[in-house]
């Protein structure tokens, strides 16, 4: 069901998917494919915030720091998620993989790549503060706009 704190949560965790994807831009290779990160790291905050966040925090379910944060994190993780698996099936189809686990493998291997290049100091203090925001909003706005 739609409430205005799902859609509180989702345009912030939008809006501070798109800031840290800029953040990490420059931290990429030049030759890294990099045209969506910004898009695809907003929509994720979409999705976050309207399925995961704003339900537990209208519920009273755990602390609006906790869950901001660990929303932060699913954001995070759903990103990176998403460019290890295109990069892995950008690999399949130039036959870099002889088997299937090789490949799963790819994605595990490219999203600890991925995450070793963004985590840098003021691209997780972002997310992290961000997060922690988007909580206490998320939670005020759950109980006083019903």
Same mark, same amino acid.
Do not use: C, N
């Given at each position: 069901?739609?409430?205005?704190?799902?859609?509180?949560?989702?345009?912030?965790?939008?809006?501070?998917?798109? /800031?840290?994807?800029?953040?990490?831009?420059?931290?990429?290779?030049? =030759?890294?494919?990099? =045209?969506?990160?910004?898009? &695809?790291?907003?929509?994720?905050?979409? /999705?976050?915030?309207?399925?995961?966040?704003?339900?537990?925090?209208? #519920?009273?379910?755990?602390?609006?720091? *906790?869950?901001?944060?660990?929303? *932060? /994190?699913?954001?995070?993780?759903?990103?990176?998620?998403?460019?290890?698996?295109?990069?892995?099936?950008? #690999?399949?189809? #130039?036959?870099?993989?002889?088997?299937?686990?090789?490949?799963?493998?790819? &994605?595990?291997?490219?999203?600890?790549?991925?995450?070793? $290049?963004?985590?840098?100091?003021?691209?997780?203090? &972002?997310? *992290? $503060?961000?997060?922690?925001?988007?909580?206490?909003?998320?939670?005020? /706005?759950?109980?006083?706009? #019903?």
């Amino acid at each position: 069901m739609p409430t205005f704190a799902r859609l509180v949560a989702a345009v912030l965790l939008a809006a501070l998917g798109w /800031v840290v994807a800029t953040l990490a831009i420059p931290y990429f290779d030049e =030759g890294t494919p990099l =045209g969506m990160i910004q898009i &695809v790291s907003a929509g994720w905050g979409l /999705v976050t915030g309207w399925i995961f966040t704003a339900p537990k925090l209208a #519920r009273g379910i755990g602390s609006a720091f *906790a869950i901001g944060l660990s929303s *932060a /994190v699913v954001q995070a993780f759903l990103t990176i998620l998403s460019f290890s698996v295109r990069q892995m099936v950008d #690999r399949a189809f #130039r036959m870099s993989y002889g088997t299937v686990m090789d490949a799963v493998a790819g &994605v595990f291997e490219s999203g600890l790549d991925y995450a070793i $290049i963004v985590g840098k100091p003021d691209v997780i203090a &972002v997310a *992290a $503060i961000g997060g922690i925001v988007t909580g206490y909003v998320t939670r005020y /706005v759950a109980r006083h706009y #019903r």
